[in-house]
């Protein structure tokens, strides 16, 4: 029986992390705001702070009235040690003092009995009173309308974890400092962690008018996000939708307020009306990036395919940003329609040659399809476009570059020149690499019958994390299953089942081991388990139909265990396989042939160009059975499934 679930490692990897990468959406991760705000370490730092802050309030010129307090003291997100400041401030000093007579010095606001105060507070707070140390921090902010000193209070309290004393301090100091744009963000966010959604419509609205105008779009974008964990989705989309009265009324921001919109909808579960907003911020505004990712997200998370003209109308603006179209592409990809993938991908690469994701993806793409003469030239330009941004080190940089690198291994290795392919592996980098690197040696060792070496390679492959030490214990089981030793393979991961007996990786592949080792009743009784403990799990419905189907047992059942998995899976094309060659077995010609057809059009995979020819053959069309046949082999001309297809019918597939 064949695997019907993507491995870990090979060239399916290299599908998976480019071709399926999300990127539709663009908002702000959730977050926890009680978590957000840096803790303050040291007491006397904190003192020092104030002190200097108390200091610079006290020397600067008096301001004009009504002006903001924190026009005139530093900001208190980035406080400076007393020390630095004094430092900074004495060649200014020295210099005046030699042309005048010093002026008098002006009082220091902060008192003796205030700094007292201050430090009881902070230590009050450090020894785990922090909902006290944050009540003395703000009486002290009230006493002395220091901004600084509302703003530690506010912070005191949120971490204290109380959402009332934050509310009061975050409120007292907007009463203080109406005009602190600080104190409106503190407050918007404090009542969103309180689950109080319905009280922001005011605060949102104030923020948004006060906010400069390069910081308007980007908060409105974000706004889905703020608000995801809004108990009531519906009543907050309405909410957001009237603070944002003003924002859709303004050209430049009408199309990002009605994405955000969109998107809140859609989080409220109405999938109509976040289509309707998509199509209001286009009209609003077609050269908007925000509607087509937005259309994005239904046409993948929500399936409508009605979304999809939005971003078609996007991309045919000469200016379309590129990420938008690799992720259309990607989309593409995930139903199933390369073809029209690689479209958007050709025009990519020609209207912005120089970006380098867009000959990445294209390249992903047709070595997938293993066309690659057609995709090592591909590969090749990305490599010089991404080592010519060599200067922008980045973690997902070097994962690219990498990935690149094994796809054109991969391709060296299968026309037979492994020099070239262990130069190209040599020169990957990327640490989040490496095991897959040592995976891929250990492959090409023991294709040459190094089996000995090779799992001495995936055995001292490095170990950056605890999941490591599992996935080198899988894809050796698996190096020895592909490699004619099954039986050790399920001898090594039922010692490790013994550890971890529910493990659903360790149950499936140990059921693909017991298969490979002629154990057909712990085949079933793993998959059964797994159905058992998994049971939304397809791949566990489909294998077990797939087999019985295969070996000609029990064909209704396993007609019943494929269609299980087709509810799971609608849109896999290996389970439609499975379907379809389940009918073939029980006689249904047409539609075995209805179902393998359409399979085989969504993924042109070897294993469904074998069941589909041996229908045809069966049908009496030979010339279209063989024609599917040399292109499985065109694929990948190693494929056990479809070499045993032709032996066992007599054929013979000339070039």
């Not at 924002?247 to 990002?256: E, F, K, M, N, Y």
């Amino acid at each position: 029986m064949r695997c019907r679930l993507r491995q870990t490692f090979g060239a399916a990897a290299f599908r998976s992390s480019f071709l399926y990468m999300p990127n539709a959406r663009r908002q702000a991760s959730c977050f926890d705001y009680y978590d957000s705000m840096k803790l303050h370490r040291c007491v006397l730092a904190g003192a020092a702070f104030l002190i200097t802050a108390s200091c610079a309030q006290s020397q600067a010129p008096a301001s004009a009235p009504g002006a903001p307090a924190s026009a005139t003291r530093p900001a208190a997100s980035a406080p400076q040690p007393a020390a630095s400041a004094a430092s900074a401030a004495q060649p200014a000093a020295s210099a005046a003092s030699a042309a005048q007579p010093a002026a008098p010095v002006a009082q220091s606001a902060l008192t003796g009995q205030l700094m007292y105060e201050l430090l009881i507070g902070e230590l009050t707070y450090r020894q785990g009173e922090a909902q006290a140390g944050a009540n003395v921090m703000l009486d002290a902010a009230r006493r002395t309308g220091d901004e600084a000193l509302y703003q530690r209070a506010t912070d005191m309290a949120i971490h204290s974890r109380s959402g009332p004393a934050a509310l009061e301090a975050a409120r007292a100091w907007r009463r203080a400092f109406p005009d602190s744009l600080q104190a409106l963000r503190y407050e918007l966010q404090v009542l969103l962690a309180l689950g109080r959604a319905s009280s922001t419509e005011t605060p949102l609205r104030q923020l948004l008018a006060a906010l400069p105008e390069d910081e308007k779009e980007p908060f409105i974008t974000a706004l889905p996000a703020l608000y995801q964990r809004a108990a009531d989705p519906a009543q907050t989309a309405r909410l957001v939708e009237t603070a944002l009265h003003d924002a859709i009324q303004t050209p430049a921001l009408a199309p990002a307020a009605w994405t955000a919109i969109g998107r809140l909808r859609l989080q409220a579960g109405d999938n109509s009306g976040a289509l309707a907003a998509v199509a209001l911020g286009q009209a609003a505004g077609a050269a908007s990036e925000w509607p087509a990712r937005l259309a994005l997200q239904l046409l993948t998370d929500a399936a409508m395919p009605d979304a999809e003209a939005p971003i078609q109308r996007y991309l045919e603006n000469p200016q379309a940003k590129p990420d938008v179209r690799t992720a259309y592409a990607r989309a593409l990809v995930q139903l199933n329609r390369p073809a029209d993938a690689q479209a958007q991908l050709d025009a990519l690469t020609r209207l912005q040659p120089d970006y380098p994701e867009g000959w990445l993806l294209k390249g992903a793409l047709l070595a997938d399809e293993r066309r690659d003469e057609e995709a090592r030239p591909v590969l090749r330009r990305f490599l010089q476009l991404a080592d010519a941004e060599a200067h922008q080190p980045g973690l997902e940089r070097e994962n690219a570059r990498g990935q690149a690198r094994m796809m054109l291994a991969r391709m060296a290795e299968r026309r037979g020149d492994l020099a070239t392919a262990e130069k190209l592996l040599a020169q990957v980098d990327a640490p989040d690499l490496a095991l897959t690197v040592q995976i891929r040696r250990a492959d090409m060792l023991a294709r040459q019958g190094k089996l000995k070496q090779a799992r001495q390679a995936i055995r001292s492959a490095p170990e950056n994390d605890p999941q490591d030490a599992r996935d080198k214990l899988l894809a050796e089981a698996q190096l020895l299953r592909e490699h004619q030793q099954p039986e050790q393979s399920y001898q090594m991961l039922t010692d490790e089942l013994k550890r971890d007996p529910d493990d659903p990786a360790l149950l499936y592949d140990a059921a693909m081991s017991a298969d490979r080792a002629g154990r057909p009743q712990d085949m079933e009784r793993l998959l059964r388990r797994l159905i058992e403990i998994a049971p939304n799990n397809a791949n566990a419905y489909n294998a077990l139909g797939y087999w019985l189907a295969d070996h000609g047992q029990r064909l209704q059942e396993a007609k019943t265990l494929i269609e299980k998995a087709v509810q799971l899976s609608p849109d896999d094309p290996f389970i439609q396989d499975s379907l379809g060659w389940a009918q073939f077995r029980l006689g249904q010609l047409q539609e075995a042939r209805r179902l393998l057809e359409d399979a085989w059009k969504k993924r042109p995979d070897p294993e469904i160009a074998a069941h589909l020819g041996e229908v045809l053959w069966a049908l009496g069309e030979s010339d279209a059975a063989r024609a599917t046949w040399r292109e499985g082999l065109r694929r990948d001309p190693d494929n056990e499934t479809l070499k045993q297809t032709l032996e066992r019918l007599k054929v013979k597939i000339a070039p």
